[in-house]
């Protein structure tokens, strides 16, 4: 995952690299988590150093332990989490399968740990046991339970389908937002499942979801209405 990059990295190719958030990447420099150096006001990153933390320090990174400490629940925004490779949008599925299918395959090595069917297994499973279609033209689709062995951090993937396609058969209803999400660690599921309830609230977010043109938008329709919330619950 390195080979197009040059020796040494910025804190955006790094982020990019890792499938963080730029403010995480910052956090875990503020933390000492990381082995950077200061060019000025500037972190740079060698990518030696990084490949040999990467090895060493990985999977201790993403245990519990550590979601507890960077993740506060009370700090915590679905953004963050979001990257222009987990979404797709404008295309026409067949069925809530292919969908579902392709949104766990847009994961890598960076966020799995088992092989892909078997989180795509879980997140059909939990869809036999209860549809996942809770509001009228979204879904949010998720694994009951998932551990540190499959997943190797939180994993949020959007799907928008500007015509909708029917979700569950015998429905008439049409989904146009599928978010899967996928969480190691049951509080903050619950947490990012709460966020993106109060999102999906707003039928602006919803329709400025389905009619954006591109990742980027999408991703700033996010944090905008996360900013809007957080204003509101302030003056609550």
């Keep these: 995952m390195f080979d197009n990059y040059s ?19 910052l956090k875990l420099i503020k933390d000492g988590n990381l082995p950077f150096m200061k060019v000025g ?14 090895n060493s320090h990985m999977s201790d990174f993403f245990d519990l332990q550590v979601y ?18 987990f979404i797709v949008y404008n295309i026409k599925p067949t069925d809530k399968y292919e969908v579902l299918k392709s949104l766990v395959n847009l994961t890598d090595n ?21 549809s996942t279609a809770i509001g009228d033209d979204f879904a949010l689709p998720h694994p ?6 499959i997943l190797k951090n939180i994993y949020i993937a ?15 209803k049409k989904i146009h937002i599928v978010i899967l999400f996928a969480v190691p ?9 709460s966020q993106l309830a109060k999102l999906l609230s707003y039928k602006d977010f919803k329709d400025g979801l389905i009619n954006s043109n ?7 329709l996010f944090k905008q209405y996360e900013k809007l919330v957080q204003e509101q619950g302030k003056s609550q």
């Design 158 to 172: 959007v799907g928008i389908f500007k015509d909708g396609f029917i979700y569950d058969e015998g429905s008439d």
């Design 41 to 54: 006001n500037q972190y740079r990153f060698s990518k030696d150093k990084i490949i040999q933390w990467i």
């Design 68 to 85: 507890k400490k960077i993740y506060n629940s009370k700090d915590l925004k679905i953004s963050d989490f979001l990257h222009e490779d």
């Design 7 to 25: 020796p040494i990295l910025t804190t955006d190719e790094l982020a990019e690299i890792l499938k963080l958030n730029k403010k995480t990447i």
């Design 214 to 220: 591109n990742s980027k938008e999408i991703i700033e």
């Design 144 to 149: 009951r339970s998932v551990t540190t062995n």
């Design 110 to 130: 960076s966020m799995i740990e088992a092989d892909k069917n078997e989180l795509l297994q879980m997140v059909l499973l939990r869809e036999k046991q209860y």
């Design 185 to 193: 660690y049951l509080p903050l599921h619950l947490e990012i499942l």
